[in-house]
């Protein structure tokens, strides 16, 4: 699934700024890695965009 999102606070700069547009997937089988960016929904913050 395809997700379009927009960046919201500066947490992720100098990769990602405020007002930035991301697309990310859902994969079926997940192997994560160093490096890669994952996004997720917290119950009290919304969804969220992190490196590893």
């Known amino acids: 699934m395809l997700k379009l ?18 697309v990310s997937i859902t994969p079926r089988l997940i ?3 160093i490096e890669d960016v994952i996004t997720f929904q917290h119950a009290s913050y919304g969804y ?3 490196k590893i």
Do not use: A, N, V
């Open 5 to 22: 999102s927009i960046i919201k606070g500066y947490s992720m700069s100098p990769s990602y700024l405020e007002g930035d547009y991301i």
């Open 31 to 33: 192997h994560l890695r």
């Open 48 to 50: 969220l965009i992190k």
